[in-house]
T-cell receptor
Framework: AQSVAQPEDQVNVAEGNPLTVKCTYSVSGNPYLFWYVQYPNRGLQFLLKYITGDNLVKGSYGFEAEFNKSQTSFHLKKPSALVSDSALYFCAVRALYGNNRLAFGKGNQVVVIP | DAGITQSPRHKVTETGTPVTLRCHQTENHRYMYWYRQDPGHGLRLIHYSYGVKDTDKGEVSDGYSVSRSKTEDFLLTLESATSSQTSVYFC??????????????FGPGTRLLVL
């Protein structure tokens, strides 16, 4: 069965500083990896995904993520955080070959301090 | 929210009553999902559907049933609501095509309180 760990409950960062949200995963075989963002009282919005190809994936709102197979990680990054990036971020994984169920992490609350 | 609506958006009910939540999509996507979101648990899959009248259980399916009589609608029923089913419920859709490659897109959610 697949699983995701997001080790930090909350990430605090000053506006303008780099933002990193960590994600490690466990899955049989090759993974599909996703990042979603949730603003208060809203549904989850898709940010980016890794399926195959380049290990560095670029997504919406200036976010990017790097797939590292040896470390089974898929950390989300943004070079310069904005106050509007304050939200809940979820990492998710599914096996490349298998059913299309996603396993979600518990989420990371990101607080960008002005 | 990617052509997905959920109704109702908020509901308060009493223990022991049946409750039905509706998810409606206008994207003609094949797959539909129901999740619940609880603090400290992230999102957990309740049931999903891979086509009309084709459904399967997720990791937290006890006390829930689903039906999909047409592509655009996926209903979640709490057969006899309990306080442990107080949660925020999200519907999601996905499809197998070159553009989306099975990315799941989420509805706005239904906040359910069981008293």
């Amino acid at each position: 069965a697949q699983s995701v760990a997001q080790p930090e409950d909350q990430v605090n960062v000053a506006e303008g500083n780099p933002l990193t949200v960590k994600c490690t995963y466990s899955v049989s075989g090759n993974p599909y990896l996703f990042w979603y963002v949730q603003y208060p009282n809203r549904g989850l919005q898709f940010l980016l995904k890794y399926i195959t190809g380049d290990n560095l994936v670029k997504g919406s709102y200036g976010f990017e993520a790097e797939f590292n197979k040896s470390q089974t990680s898929f950390h989300l990054k943004k070079p310069s955080a904005l106050v509007s990036d304050s939200a809940l971020y979820f990492c998710a994984v599914r096996a490349l070959y298998g059913n299309n169920r996603l396993a979600f992490g518990k989420g990371n609350q990101v607080v960008v301090i002005p | 929210d990617a052509g997905i609506t959920q109704s109702p958006r908020h509901k308060v009910t009493e223990t022991g009553t049946p409750v039905t939540l509706r998810c409606h999509q206008t994207e003609n996507h094949r797959y539909m999902y129901w999740y619940r979101q609880d603090p400290g648990h992230g999102l957990r899959l309740i049931h999903y559907s891979y086509g009309v009248k084709d459904t399967d259980k997720g990791e937290v399916s006890d006390g829930y049933s689903v039906s999909r009589s047409k592509t655009e609608d996926f209903l979640l029923t709490l057969e006899s609501a309990t306080s442990s089913q107080t949660s925020v419920y999200f519907c999601a859709i996905s499809d197998m095509n070159l553009t989306d490659q099975e990315t799941q897109y989420f509805g706005p959610g239904t906040r359910l309180l069981v008293l």
